[in-house]
């Protein structure tokens, strides 16, 4: 059980050029989160979502897309990518089915934008 | 918005030392959670604290959540190199959906 697997775990792109980030979660568990991670900022909240087909922006929206049409999948999508989006990206899950107050982070993924 | 400031921002002990590190905040949270990241990882969670004063004891790793439900503390005894890492501190508030506030972290090194 890998609970919860992202991918691609590297990826080096150009500006203008989309790019997803594929999330997938092994349970069933409600809530799912987009972080992004950098030096000095710590982890900064992207977008989230409650259960499948409602999302929410975080502390970060700008310059991302998620979607959400099956519970145990939660991409995110950089429509135009910028060079300030150079980060590492976490998605991370709730504690148990109906929401808890503590998050399993997947491993990562490490994005360049050139 | 709640703010979560971290201290020391770096830490680096000899094996064997003692260490407190700090978590702190103006705003009251529901619980708190301590992650610990390794490099090319994600944040695993180490402990939950849900209670004012609750302390709670993880091997050599003793977390304590103020009276306030306003900081925490993580205390390390005889650190050991496999203790190094990025020690996060995360707050959560009650009706936030599920969303935490992340600290930007604590970065120790045990040196052998």
């Known amino acids: 059980d890998a609970g919860i697997t992202q991918s691609p775990r590297y990826k080096i792109t150009e500006t203008g050029r989309q790019v997803t980030l594929m999330c997938h979660q092994t349970?069933?568990?409600?809530?799912m989160f987009w972080y992004r991670q950098d030096l000095g900022h710590g982890l900064r909240l992207i977008y989230y979502?409650?259960?499948?087909?409602?999302?929410d922006k975080g502390e970060v929206p700008d310059g991302y897309v998620v979607s959400r049409s099956k519970t145990e999948n939660f991409p995110l999508t950089l429509e135009s990518a910028t060079r300030s989006q150079t980060s590492v990206y976490f998605c991370?899950?709730?504690?148990?089915?109906?929401?808890?107050?503590?998050?399993?982070f997947g491993p990562g993924t490490r994005l360049l934008v050139l | 918005t709640q703010l979560l400031e971290q201290s020391p921002q770096f830490l680096s002990i000899q094996e064997g030392e003692n260490l407190t590190v700090y978590c702190n905040s103006s705003?009251?949270?529901?619980?708190l959670q301590w992650y610990r990241q390794e490099p090319g990882e994600g944040p695993v969670l180490l402990v939950t604290v849900v209670t004012g004063g609750e302390v709670k004891k993880l091997k050599r790793l003793t977390f304590q959540f103020g009276d306030a439900r306003k900081d925490s503390s993580l205390h390390i005894t005889a650190a050991q190199p496999g203790d190094t890492g990025l020690y996060l501190c995360?707050?959560?508030?009650?009706?936030?959906?599920?969303?935490?506030?992340f600290g930007k972290g604590i970065t120790l090194s045990v040196r052998p």
């Open positions: 349970w069933s568990h409600s809530y």
């Open positions: 995360a707050g959560a508030v009650d009706g936030a959906n599920s969303k935490l506030t």
């Open positions: 979502s409650a259960a499948a087909d409602i999302t």
């Open positions: 991370a899950v709730d504690g148990m089915p109906g929401g808890q107050e503590t998050q399993y």
């Open positions: 705003s009251v949270f529901s619980s």
